[in-house]
């Protein structure tokens, strides 16, 4: 079994060559795998962890697609199902000099929507030291989330360390309402909670890093919030201390910000893996974010160990620096 899990839905993107060329005109496309919880079983097993990813994939050739993905990333698919009969969720992206990339969703009543709870039953946990849960797969259907709400409340039953990105996907929840009430009852199931600045707005009503912090901080599952301040860097605070921040890296061009958030939370785990102070851990989140935005791809910028010691050192910093400032 692996350090390292996560469940998720799979995206096959499209996503267009030609810059800022609309959708409706373009016609030249590069074939990719991505999805937020993928995304960050991808870089955990390029930082040298073993992982394993419980999905479900349509019967179709974008299901064999990510399915020879996942391995050639040397991720482990043992609970990556083939569905009989749902396909395959895709979508289609933009490309973008200045901005923000659109994209174009095709996964209502895919087959990971069809992720039933008796998988979850089937999961070997014995050697999972973290697993990451994210908001988007809980959004998809009612059977998605009872899946997931399965896993979180085994994963605390094994007493396993629990990270909770929120991951917000408006257009996948019937209303604002239903998706703040949700996501907040379920990150208090998490160890640790790692909302962007913007989300807390969206969640709790409040940018402000302490607020939402201690909002967060008030389960009694939760042991510490993490705050993604964008490229500031970041915001942690532990239950029962004072808060502080640790500061991001300057990006020397940003491509594409899909996948920073992916970034932040595969580097705080496995800095964690590895032993690592917190610190050291959010430091390593904000430089892995930092690479991910100068990249085209939803995962492109993920670093190797060599990599990433490559990043610190241009950079003139240690990840056994213990980096903190007031703001």
Known sequence: MSEFITIGEPITTFA????????????????????????????????????EYISRV??????????????ANHVGADYVTFDDYYWTAFQLKDKVTKGDPKTYNFRRNSAATHLSADIIDKVDLSDVKIAHMSGIFPAISKTAQDSFRRLFKCLNAQHIFTTFDPNLRPSLWPDQATMAKTLN???????????????????????????????????????????KIGAKGAYVKNKGEKGYYVDGFKAAHVVDTVGAGDGFALGFITAMLEGKSQKSAVMRGN?????????????????????????????????????????
Request: charged fraction near 20%; proline fraction near 5%; glycine fraction near 10%.
């Open 185 to 227: 009852e379920l990150a208090t199931y998490a160890d640790v909670v790692m909302p962007g600045d913007n989300e807390g707005q969206q969640l709790i009503g409040s940018k402000d890093p302490e607020t939402i912090a201690d909002f967060y901080l008030k389960a009694d599952q939760t042991k510490t919030v993490i705050v």
């Open 58 to 71: 349509g019967p179709d050739p974008l299901g064999e697609f990510v399915k020879n993905e996942i391995t």
């Open 287 to 327: 430089a892995v974010g930092c690479l991910q935005v100068q990249t085209p791809g939803d995962n492109d910028g993920y670093p190797t160990q060599k990599e990433l010691a490559n990043f610190y050192a241009a950079q003139g910093v240690e990840e056994t620096n213990e980096i903190t400032s007031s703001h």
């Open 16 to 51: 267009s060559t030609q810059p800022d060329v609309s959708m409706a005109d373009a016609v030249d496309f590069k074939k990719i795998v991505g999805g937020a919880e993928l995304n960050v079983a991808i870089g955990v097993s390029r930082l040298g962890h073993s992982t």
